[in-house]
């Protein structure tokens, strides 16, 4: 009614209102038909913009469409099958820093250059692989690996192909060949016993000079409740072992158990993590491995330094092993990973530096490089979508100026109603960012004037929104795209003022009690 083009004289406001009034009529026709509003309620626009419905019988149920939907779907994820790749690599550098607390001075005294210490990198490893859909249920994996450690090393590489069965497994075939071991012949075996209880085998053949060196793994594990897992492990061939451990998972901590008996290495260990609910996954963890091989503690740090990478520092101390720093990052499916020997012995200075250095050097870069490239790049991001969005935001403007024009004459008579019976009067209404942060102060405040809007809501003395964006509210707009946005509404009630400040998608019910504005204030 508001927007009707009869209900406006002016040939301006007649011209915006049939504009708008014809937004309005595509809405009514989409909710009005019972298969258009099914496909709308449960996927949007984006469900709507889906080709392939002109051939969909009508006066299906939204059960039906639902799953004409995922049809659909199916089909175009099966077309992309083939351009689909999962590549993940690990780089792994193992530096040997021992001279820098070990050192063996009286073998070196006359050699020039003696006095600084030598750090080397000792062994590398690189791995990579990427798989490669061939159907909906086949899927070939290639990976390769190199690794030298003190001038020697080999490589291998392998290609696997796996094949999902049922909802309830899938097999796996494994081919592979190197140049320190012969080929390679595995079968890789996954079924869920039941909804609770899953196994898991897996078999080979290691080909080399010596003949023939089998090897089987059968993994069996159980949910014991929601956050708890329970498994069993059995091991034979070159190493064999059996292992059980309890790992249990929740939103703030993980806790893992493990007991193994084996030739050559039994052990127990026992490891907490805890993750704290911060906007950067900070995860605090530590852990204590008793064997015959000897004892070792562990503990370190991980958190999320942008959004795709993880940065972590862990540092190990054991007997005989001695002190060891190792760091990790990983970025999307790569994984960088550099572990540093400091010493053979428990030297408490060794341990200092190991604990301390990595702290203060990742304080100092987070400060001097990574925030503020962070904050560049959200700003670079920013202006980007700005950009992109630029004409679609200057029509939503546009529509919004021309909604609040029309409002003009429903706001009098709404604003005379509520003067009448003391009712609800909105002051001011601003929408958008507001910066109250001193830390802050630099930044723009981009809001605009929403009270007309806001009044022309008003029913019976009351004002609801629901939990959704209010930019698309009649005579709303988006003023600062991608970026946090806030409703402020000054409003009288009972000839009192009150004042409230909703977060976009936060529901907004006015008047109440709390808003209230006391006088001595």
């Known amino acids: 009614m508001l927007y009707h083009p009869d209900k406006h004289r002016d040939p301006e406001l007649k011209t915006q209102a049939e504009r708008l009034f014809n937004l309005v009529h595509q809405a009514y026709e989409v909710l009005s038909d019972p298969q258009t509003r099914a496909i709308y309620d449960i996927y949007g626009r984006r469900g709507l913009e889906m080709e392939g419905w002109e051939v ?37 550098v193992g530096i040997d820093a021992t001279d820098l607390f070990d050192r063996y001075d009286e073998e070196y005294e006359d050699v020039p250059g003696s006095s600084f210490p030598q750090i080397e990198i000792n062994k590398m490893h690189i791995s990579q692989s990427i798989e490669a859909p061939l159907t909906s249920t086949d899927t070939a994996i290639l990976s390769g690996n190199l690794s030298t450690q003190n001038g020697n090393g080999g490589g291998s590489i392998n290609l ?42 897996n078999c080979a053949l290691q ?46 901590s993980h806790f893992t158990v493990a007991m193994q008996l084996g030739i050559p290495h039994s052990f127990m260990m026992v490891s907490y993590q805890h993750k704290f609910q911060d906007e950067d996954q900070t995860r605090v963890k530590g852990s204590l491995k008793v064997g015959f091989f000897g004892t070792i503690v562990e503990y370190g740090a991980e958190r999320k330094i942008s959004r795709h990478s ?28 550099f572990p540093v020997h400091l010493t053979d012995q428990l030297l408490p200075s060794a341990v200092f530096y ?47 100026e021309a909604a609040v024009r029309l409002m003009q004459e429903s706001v009098r008579r709404i604003i005379e109603a509520e003067e ?3 009712g609800l009067i909105v002051v001011n209404a601003w929408y958008g960012k507001f910066v109250n942060d001193n830390s802050r102060k630099n930044e723009k405040v981009k809001v605009i004037d929403v009270t007309v809007p806001l009044q022309c809501l008003v029913k019976d003395s009351k004002l609801i929104l629901t939990e959704a964006s209010k930019a698309g509210l ?23 003022l009150h004042q409230v400040m909703s977060a976009d998608n936060e529901a907004l019910r006015i008047p109440k009690q709390s808003h209230r504005i006391d006088a001595d204030g």
């Open 56 to 92: 969909v019988e009508r006066r299906r149920t939204a059960a039906e469409i639902r799953e004409e939907f995922e049809r659909l779907q199916r089909e175009r994820e099966e077309r992309r099958l083939q351009q689909r790749t999962n590549p993940k690599g690990t780089i792994s």
């Open 160 to 201: 696997a192909l796996r094949r999902v069965t049922s909802a309830k497994g899938w097999g796996e075939l494994e081919f592979g060949a190197g140049d320190l071991h012969g080929p390679l012949f595995g079968l890789k075996i996954f079924r869920n016993l039941t909804p609770r209880c899953f196994i898991t085998t």
């Open 207 to 252: 080909f080399s000079s010596r003949g023939v060196r089998p090897g089987l793994t059968t993994v069996l594990a159980r949910n014991l409740d929601k956050n708890t897992m329970g498994y069993l492990q059995w091991r034979w061939g070159i190493q064999s072992a059996m292992n059980t451990s309890i790992v249990r998972d929740t939103k703030t």
């Open 310 to 337: 993880v940065l972590g520092a862990t540092v190990s101390v054991g007997v005989p092993q001695g002190v060891s720093l190792k760091i990790k990052l990983n970025r999307a499916s790569q994984t960088y990973f």
């Open 354 to 400: 190991a604990t301390v250095g990595p702290l203060v050097i990742y304080f100092a870069m987070h400060r001097l490089v990574i925030k503020p490239y962070l904050r560049a790049q959200k700003e670079r991001e920013l202006e980007k979508q700005r950009e992109s969005t630029a004409s679609d935001i200057l029509q939503k403007k546009q529509e919004a």
């Open 420 to 422: 009448a019976r003391m």
């Open 474 to 496: 009649p005579g709303f707009y988006d003023p600062c795209v991608g970026e946090e946005k806030s409703l402020k509404v000054l409003y009288q009630f009972r000839g009192v």
